[in-house]
Structure formats: C-alpha cells, structure tokens
C-alpha cells in the first residue's frame, strides 16, 4: 500500500504488530474494550486496527497487553483500507511514552 502521509508525518513509523487493548466509546457512545494491534508505530503514536466505529477527535486508553505501557490517546484520522476491508485508525498518545516500544 502506498502511503500518501508519509511526507506529511512528523516522525517516522515503523511497521511493527503489538498486541494492545483500546478502551473507550465508540460512535454511538457506548463504551467499549478490544483486544487488537497495531499496523505501525512512531514514537508518539499508532496505526490500530479496530473493529469499532470511532470519531476522529475522541479520546481513547490504548495499553500494550506485554510490557508496562500505558497512555490516553487522542484519535486523529479514521479510514477502511479497500484491500482488507478493515478499519485503522492513527492515533496521539496525549501521556508519557517512556514504556513504549520506540523511545525518543
């Protein structure tokens, strides 16, 4: 897949499967908790793969189920690839990222 953020994107990503565990409320505001991961990663943020439909702009907990980590995230863009059909969303982490996998 051709990547047209790339140029657009402060840090570099790094294709990289963490299985994490995102929590928050979904477009209908219900509350929700999925065990998922991640497509790529930088040092302050994710390309999750969800099964939920989101906001961009709401607020989730994204926590890496090995390891110590932790953080509130903010939503930034939502899309459904057409090769796989499945939802990704890119987010912020908005806390301390001193546990997660790429470190400044």
Known sequence: MVDVYSNRRSEKRVPLKITIAISGRDANDRP?????????????????????????GESLEVSALQGNF?????????????????R????KFLGDTKNWIILS
């Open 32 to 56: 929700f908790l999925e065990d998922t991961e991640t497509e790529n990663v930088s040092r302050t943020g994710a390309c999750i793969i969800t099964g939920h439909e989101l906001r961009v």
């Open 70 to 86: 932790r953080s509130p995230a903010v939503i930034q863009i939502m899309w459904i690839d057409n090769k796989d059909g499945r």
């Open 88 to 91: 990704r969303i890119g987010v």
